[in-house]
T-cell receptor, first 115, second 112 residues
Framework: DTEVTQTPKHLVMGMTNKKSLKCEQHMGHRAMYWYKQKAKKPPELMFVYSYEKLSINESVPSRFSPECPNSSLLNLHLHALQPEDSALYLC??????????????FGEGSWLTVV | SQQGEEDPQALSIQEGENATMNCSYKTSINNLQWYRQNSGRGLVHLILIRSNEREKHSGRLRVTLDTSKKSSSLLITASRAADTASYFCATLPTGTASKLTFGTGTRLQVTL
């Protein structure tokens, strides 16, 4: 089962709201990722978790707060977002953090619109 | 930051024709991967080629890698309408264990 599941598929939130994006995988992968993708642009790495610990934060604003409650789950907490944060947020996982030979599997993404 | 540039940005061909997409990157890499993305959907991994490999095949896909020119190409043979999607190369720069960095992408349109 090579599946990464993301919820919700679509989210509309106001600039003062607090919401969360959720991601789940049951492949036993120990590395999980959040990417952000704007329309007609490539995905950009935001965060990497390895063995449930944050290992990479690509200078993401603090209004985005990742959390890894266990090895299967990854959340992205959203607070006080701006309209320019509207994008497709992609979760991914791989067997471990070292991607030398590992495939990274992506979920279908969560479309976020900030109004 | 963006590591790869893809060429062409958009490609329109007829079903049955071959499609070739090129990717150039800037720094030395551990591996290069190609992904496909249908409009507004997640990315699907197609193929991974390591820095010590020159060519790899998977079904109708053929990938080449020239590390001296810092470039790669993806060839899709006998294209089908279902191949319509955006295709991204993604590189794993040397010394960055998990920072997979995507190129600009090629939008492929295959018409009947």
């Amino acid at each position: 089962d090579t599946e990464v599941t993301q919820t919700p598929k679509h989210l509309v939130m106001g600039m003062t709201n607090k919401k969360s994006l959720k991601c789940e995988q049951h492949m036993g992968h120990r590395a999980m990722y959040w990417y952000k993708q704007k329309a007609k642009k490539p995905p950009e790495l935001m965060f990497v978790y390895s063995y449930e610990k944050l290992s990479i934060n690509e200078s993401v604003p603090s209004r985005f707060s990742p959390e890894c409650p266990n090895s299967s789950l990854l959340n992205l907490h959203l607070h006080a977002l701006q309209p320019e944060d509207s994008a497709l947020y992609l979760c991914a996982s791989s067997q471990d953090r070292v991607l030398g030979g590992n495939t990274i599997y992506f979920g279908e993404g969560s479309w976020l619109t900030v109004v | 930051s963006q590591q790869g540039e893809e060429d062409p940005q958009a490609l329109s061909i007829q079903e049955g024709e071959n499609a070739t997409m090129n990717c150039s990157y800037k720094t030395s890499i551990n591996n290069l991967q190609w992904y496909r993305q249908n409009s507004g959907r997640g990315l699907v991994h197609l193929i991974l080629i390591r820095s010590n490999e020159r060519e790899k095949h998977s079904g109708r896909l053929r990938v080449t890698l020239d590390t001296s020119k810092k470039s790669s190409s993806l060839l899709i043979t006998a294209s089908r309408a279902a191949d319509t999607a955006s295709y991204f190369c993604a590189t794993l720069p040397t010394g960055t264990a998990s920072k997979l960095t995507f190129g600009t992408g090629t939008r492929l349109q295959v018409t009947l």
